[in-house]
Nanobody
Framework: QVQLVESGGGSVQAGGSLRLSCVAT????????MAWYRQAAGEGRQGVAH???????TYTDSVKGRFTISRDNVKSTLYLQMDNLKPEDTANYYC?????????????WGKGIPVNVSS
């Protein structure tokens, strides 16, 4: 079983930065694909960034060059460094995990944390 707890959200002015963290419990954490998703008001939940067991990273086009996903398998923690934030980044952000490979639906979800970017 995997449990995911996000932190680090909040409100920031456009152009600012936030760093999200997700502490994961479960075995074996190092064998999970980890990801960040987000859901804006009135929209569906969309993938932001994925990082595989082997460290292969994929970003959605809208955040390339601005967001950085990373994982610390010793601390069982996933990070999302968000720089140059834009109002369209406003959403609830969710940490997600999937056994082994990143393809397909995610298996576990955090409760989500809000990120609000004002213009």
């Amino acid at each position: 079983q995997v449990q995911l707890v996000e932190s680090g959200g909040g409100s920031v002015q456009a152009g600012g930065s936030l760093r999200l963290s997700c502490v994961a419990t479960g075995y074996p954490y190092s064998r999970y694909c980890m990801a960040w998703y987000r859901q804006a008001a009135g929209e569906g939940r969309q993938g932001v960034a994925h990082i595989s067991v082997d460290g292969i990273i994929t970003y959605t086009d809208s955040v390339k060059g601005r967001f950085t996903i990373s994982r610390d398998n010793v601390k069982s923690t996933l990070y999302l460094q968000m720089d140059n934030l834009k109002p369209e980044d406003t959403a609830n952000y969710y940490c997600a995990a999937k056994l082994t490979y990143c393809n397909g639906r995610m298996d576990y979800w955090g409760k989500g944390i809000p990120v609000n970017v004002s213009s």
